[in-house]
Every structure is written in structure tokens, then in C-alpha cells.
């Protein structure tokens, strides 16, 4: 079975500061993972993937995610907020022959 | 151009209507998804399918009724809308599995009354 929390269902940041969105996983295969996001009132874009290359991903917009299989995390950062970040944001593990599970999503709000 | 469209994206009907909502992508995926987003459980999988004419059951299935007789139409029934199936409904794609990238299309946001 596989499940995602996502640790914060919000999360509050002032313009130009870090951002780090939590993710932790649960799988009982070789995960792939991922980082979507959501913009008011749109579809889900990809920022980035995990797929057992490299464990530092970097993806669109300057975020960047970690996987680390030991603590089962693959937590999203960036290093400077932008207002256009502001948005939902989904972390989603998924394996071979396994369907996508979504996590409940983190809200960003980021502040001027 | 290219992409994953959806329609209607705005539809009300009324409880026991019948209710099609469609999907549409131009790239030849072989894979295609129903998704519905409600506050708190993220996006939760309805039905898939891996190719023309083979469809399968996802998380939440119960009320759906789905078809697949061209690799790029994906369309969702509603053969009896309920309440409960007030929620956006979004379509994806996926070229080479459902463990790989999934495109999403802008959705269809559905209200039962």
C-alpha cells in the first residue's frame, strides 16, 4: 500500500524568504515521486519528478526537492519566495504498476 | 494545440440527472485518468485506462461509468448524479504508465443540486 502526508495544510511565508513544503511517504516499492502544483481555479502543473535517479531534483521556478529514503521524506524548497508562488501544492509517490496517491495538499501563502 | 482539454468546465445539474463530462488530449497517450478534488483528500483516482477499450477501476468508482473506444477520448458518466458527487473533476494523460508523469487538464467543476 502506498500514502503521502503532507505535514502542513498551510503554509505562510514572507516574499524572499525560504520555503520548505513537507512530504513524507509510505510505499512498499521503489517509489517514484512527484511535486505538482495548483494555481487558483487551474489544473495541476508538474514541478518536479523523482524517479530513482539522482536524489537532489531540481524542477521549474527554482524549487528544488530531496529524497531521502531513510526518513521516507521528499520534502520541496525553494530559497527565495515569489508572490506568484502562492498556490497548492501536491506531493504524489506512486511505483510500477501502482496508481498515483496524492497527498491532501499544502496551501502556500506568501506575504509581501 | 496540443494538450489535454476538458468539457464543460462549469456544469450544474440536478440529483438523478444523468451527466457526461469529457476529455480530450492530442498527444496519443496510452494512458488516461479520472480524478475528482474535494477539500482535505487531495485527488483521488476514479477510473484509468491503459488503452482503447481497457479501463479499469480506481479508488473511488461507485456512480461512474466510463469508456474508452478512442485512445484519445476519455469520457466520465454520472449515470445518476448525487450530492455527493459535487466536486472538480480532472482528466489526465500519461504516455508510458501510471507510475510516470501524469498531464492534467484545467478541469470541470460539477454542483449537483
Known amino acids: 500500500a502506498q500514502s503521502v502526508t503532507q505535514l502542513d495544510s498551510h503554509v505562510s511565508v514572507s516574499e524572499g524568504t525560504p520555503v520548505l513544503l513537507r512530504c513524507n511517504y509510505s510505499?512498499?516499492?521503489?517509489?517514484?515521486l512527484f511535486w505538482y502544483v495548483q494555481h487558483p481555479n487551474k489544473g495541476l502543473q508538474l514541478l518536479l519528478k523523482y524517479t530513482s535517479a539522482a536524489t537532489l531534483v531540481k524542477g521549474i521556478n527554482g524549487f528544488e526537492a530531496e529524497f531521502k529514503k531513510s526518513e521516507t521524506s521528499f520534502h520541496l524548497t525553494k530559497p527565495s519566495a515569489h508572490m506568484s508562488d502562492a498556490a497548492e501544492y501536491f506531493c504524489?509517490?506512486?511505483?510500477?504498476?501502482?496508481?498515483?496517491?496524492f497527498g491532501p495538499g499544502t496551501r502556500l501563502s506568501v506575504l509581501p | 494545440d496540443a494538450g489535454i482539454t476538458q468539457s464543460p468546465r462549469y456544469k450544474i445539474t440536478e440529483t438523478g440527472r444523468q451527466v457526461t463530462l469529457m476529455c480530450h488530449q492530442t498527444?496519443?497517450?496510452?494512458?488516461m485518468f479520472w480524478y475528482r478534488q474535494d477539500l482535505g483528500h487531495g485527488l483521488r483516482l476514479i477510473y484509468y485506462?491503459?488503452?482503447?477499450?481497457?479501463?479499469d477501476k480506481g479508488e473511488v468508482p461507485d456512480g461512474y461509468v466510463v469508456s474508452r473506444s478512442k485512445t484519445e477520448n476519455f469520457p466520465l458518466t454520472l449515470e445518476s448524479a448525487t450530492r455527493s458527487q459535487t466536486s472538480v473533476y480532472f482528466c489526465a494523460s500519461s504516455e508510458t504508465g501510471n507510475y510516470n508523469e501524469q498531464f492534467f487538464g484545467p478541469g470541470t467543476r460539477l454542483t449537483v443540486l
Open positions: 485506462s491503459a488503452a482503447a477499450d481497457i479501463t
Open positions: 498527444w496519443s497517450h496510452s494512458y
Open positions: 504524489v509517490v506512486s511505483s510500477y504498476g501502482q496508481n498515483f496517491v
Open positions: 510505499s512498499s516499492y521503489s517509489p517514484s
